[in-house]
């Protein structure tokens, strides 16, 4: 086998167990069943993946370096703070939309504890440290409003991705509501939650002394 056939058939071994992991759960889903899926021998298979867990953290490290490559491209794209908050929104649902199998295998992979949820993080570290700066100097320029932005950062990306992996959108993106409408009306909601969340307050007049009677 070539060296270019040899990398065709891991990423085909890669994309069938993302589907299947999404689609059956970890538990659900054989070693077989992948190799099937991807028209090889599970001998095959086990030469590029020795086991199930080798499998499967080739699985995350292949999703979370895809999502945060797709990130950076929009951080780089905008120079405005709240800009770049939308432009992360609306490019975890484009990939959600373009990439259907990536919404169901993050849900499936957020359940098989944290050891899983680190490797994602672990990935996506250089970009939630890039978003935090972000976020604060938009604060000090008046652009976003002032609030703890590690938390705020927080509460957005489980607005986003509590919501690109809820049951409604997922039949969205897996094809059972064929117009996409579900995925991109929950679109729009997250983006006017997060504008109402990063808008900046109001500035308040000071209150007016008291008239002396007299």
Not at 65 to 88: D, F, I, Q
Not at 102 to 129: D, H, K, Q, W
């Amino acid at each position: 086998m070539t060296r270019r056939g040899g990398e065709a058939t891991r990423r085909r071994l890669l994309e069938e167990a993302i589907r299947l992991f999404g689609k059956n759960g970890y538990q659900g889903t054989s070693l077989e069943s992948v190799a099937g899926a991807a028209g090889v021998r599970k001998q095959t298979l086990l030469y590029y993946f020795p086991s199930k867990e080798s499998l499967l953290e080739a699985c995350v490290a292949e999703t979370s370096v895809r999502l945060a490559a797709a990130l950076s491209e929009a951080l780089e794209a905008e120079t405005s703070s709240s800009r770049k908050a939308e432009a992360v929104i609306h490019t975890i649902f484009r990939l959600a939309e373009e990439w259907p199998e990536f919404p169901p295998f993050l849900r499936e992979a957020s359940r098989l504890g944290p050891e899983v949820i680190e490797r994602f993080a672990a990935t996506l570290e250089p970009l939630r440290l890039r978003a935090l700066a972000f976020l604060a100097r938009g604060m000090s320029e008046g652009e976003i409003r002032r609030q703890d932005p590690a938390l705020l950062l927080f509460t957005l990306y489980t607005a986003v991705i509590g919501t690109v992996t809820e049951a409604g959108v997922l039949r969205a993106v897996v094809g059972e509501d064929r117009s996409r409408m579900a995925l991109h009306r929950r679109e729009r909601e997250v983006m006017e939650i997060v504008r109402n969340a990063l808008a900046p307050a109001e500035r308040e007049s000071p209150p007016r002394r008291a008239r002396r009677s007299g």
